[in-house]
Nanobody, 125 residues
Framework: VQLQASGGGLVQAGGSLRLSCAAS????????MAWFRQPPGKKREFVAA????????YYADSVKGRFTISRDNAENTVWLQLNSLKPEYTAVYYC???????????????????WGQGTQVTVSS
């Protein structure tokens, strides 16, 4: 599957963005989808994930209540709604596709075999 992330940009603290990840190729609905982010000079970290049907979602503690992940299998797209943004959320955001939820492994980049190119989110104070 090929993934194309978009929607990043420059936003003031407290603002919102909606990231999109469009998939093509293999059947999108068979993939467990996630968003990761990589702040400047830091490792890539888990942000959110969603099951194949969209019935289950998972969030990093740092973004619970602020970010919402969703998907539409008919549109082959997964979104990440970012609200109440903080400067520390500045990062390159990546979407990823994996085989399914498997406990703690689903929170690690190594679990995912397909990645989008990333979209930059910059939050100014």
């Amino acid at each position: 599957v090929q993934l194309q992330a978009s929607g990043g940009g420059l936003v003031q603290a407290g603002g919102s963005l909606r990231l999109s990840c469009a998939a093509s190729g293999r059947t999108f609905s068979s993939f467990f989808m996630a968003w990761f982010r990589q702040p400047p000079g830091k490792k890539r970290e888990f942000v959110a994930a969603i099951s194949q049907t969209g019935g289950s979602t998972y969030y990093a503690d740092s973004v619970k209540g602020r970010f919402t992940i969703s998907r539409d299998n008919a549109e082959n797209t997964v979104w990440l709604q970012l609200n109440s943004l903080k400067p520390e959320y500045t990062a390159v955001y990546y979407c990823a596709a994996g085989p399914g939820y498997s406990g703690s492994r689903a929170y690690t980049p190594e679990w995912y075999g397909y990645w989008g190119q990333g979209t930059q989110v910059t939050v100014s104070s």
